[in-house]
């Protein structure tokens, strides 16, 4: 089965960067969507990016839209989020994730069409 394991992860002060890595291994074919989302302490898991490869776009949350891209390499079968002007309220625990089949657009943002989930890797933004 399909295998996501993140990467990047760690602690940063306010106004720093990150870049994350997910790694996908055991699918059977190159899936359509990936992308990411985070929880924080006390919170339920939220939409942060994803990578269509169908329309080869990335779409972001509102909260984190110019400040963090999100790409894939289709040779290497990765995922990565670059994290830009982080912000104590980007802390949390985000996890790389692989769609349902060939998500509609507006499915993205729902955790209900991820199929598979990687472990998490935290990120703490704190002085």
């Known amino acids: 089965q399909v295998h996501l394991v993140e990467s990047g992860g760690g602690l940063v002060q306010p106004g720093g960067s990150l870049r994350l890595s997910c790694a996908a291994s055991g699918g059977t074919s190159t899936p359509n969507a990936m992308g990411w989302f985070r929880q924080a302490s006390g919170k339920e898991r939220e939409f942060v990016a994803a990578f269509r490869r169908s329309t080869n776009n990335a779409y972001y949350s509102s909260s984190v839209k110019g400040r963090f891209t999100a790409s894939r390499d289709y040779t290497k079968n990765t995922v990565d989020l670059q994290m830009n002007s982080l912000r104590p309220e980007d802390s949390g625990l985000y996890y790389c994730?692989?769609?349902?089949?060939?998500?509609?657009?507006?499915?993205?943002?729902?955790?209900?069409?991820?199929?598979?989930w990687g472990q998490g890797t935290q990120v703490t933004v704190s002085s």
């Open positions: 994730v692989q769609y349902r089949g060939n998500p509609i657009l507006s499915s993205l943002w729902a955790a209900e069409a991820v199929d598979y």
